[in-house]
């Protein structure tokens, strides 16, 4: 299984800061032949279902506001909100879909400083 | 707007078999492989397994076979089986979608179903 890590596991970022959350690969979820990275990000918000955020690596899904980024390519990847609004306040995961066992990573809470 | 939603029972005792339903609406269940997922405290989250619209299906090898997922085209639903249960399994279970990509699961889920609070406990 790919093992997917997580960093930090909390963070606390100010109103209007960036913050960035890191994943980590155990292998590769680059392909290759298509030249994509196997790489989900997603959003869970207090009593909510997980979001989709970003696929691809760095594609944003529709409708995601665009102070969401997704960089990295291989086995390191990351997550940027630009500028951090109040109603980001969740815990973000990245999930590998290169092969199965899809793997998450453990998740990071993002809080207000 | 596709929306899902999971159903089953929320307290289910060890070593007895958890059965869960997801029902697909606003959109078609054909076209598309359909997962269910668990968090729990210990794991995080953890993929459970997929089934497409024509039957074929993929689980995680850590669930050593308890697992076996189903899928009712004619309802709009897919539904999990769990057996052999034990308290490792108490966790909150989501079904989600997952889009098909030349005749294969593509991997990220979206939409998910409200999770369901699943308790394994005598």
């Known amino acids: 299984d790919i093992v997917m890590t997580q960093s930090p596991d909390s963070l606390a970022v100010s109103l209007g800061e960036r913050a960035t959350i890191n994943c980590k690969s155990s292998?590769?979820?680059?392909?290759?032949?298509?030249?994509?990275?196997?790489l989900a990000w997603y959003q869970q918000k207090p009593g909510q279902t997980p979001k989709l955020l970003i696929y691809w690596a760095s594609t944003r899904e529709f409708g995601v506001p665009d102070r969401f980024s997704g960089s990295g390519s291989g086995t390191d990847f990351n997550l940027t909100i630009s500028s951090l609004q109040a109603e980001d306040v969740a815990v973000y995961y990245c999930?590998?879909?290169?092969?199965?066992?899809?793997?998450f990573g453990q998740g990071t809470k993002l809080e207000i400083k | 707007q596709v929306q899902l939603k999971a159903s089953g029972p929320r307290l289910v005792r060890p070593s007895e078999t958890l059965s869960l339903t997801c029902t697909v609406s606003g959109g078609s269940i054909s076209d598309y492989y359909w997962s269910w997922i668990r968090r729990s405290p210990g794991k995080g989250l953890e993929w459970i397994g997929y089934i497409s619209y024509s039957g074929s299906s993929n689980y995680n090898p850590s669930l050593k076979r308890r697992a076996t997922i189903s899928v009712d085209t004619s309802q709009s639903q897919f539904s999990l089986k769990l057996t052999s249960l034990t308290a490792a399994d108490t966790a909150v279970y989501y079904c989600?979608?997952?889009?098909?990509?030349?005749?294969?699961?593509?991997?990220?889920?979206?939409?998910w179903g409200q999770g369901t609070l699943v308790t394994v406990s005598s």
């Open positions: 292998q590769s979820v680059l392909y290759n032949s298509n030249n994509k990275n196997y």
């Open positions: 999930q590998q879909y290169y092969s199965t066992p899809y793997t």
């Open positions: 989600a979608r997952d889009l098909n990509y030349g005749g294969n699961s593509l991997g990220w889920l979206d939409p």
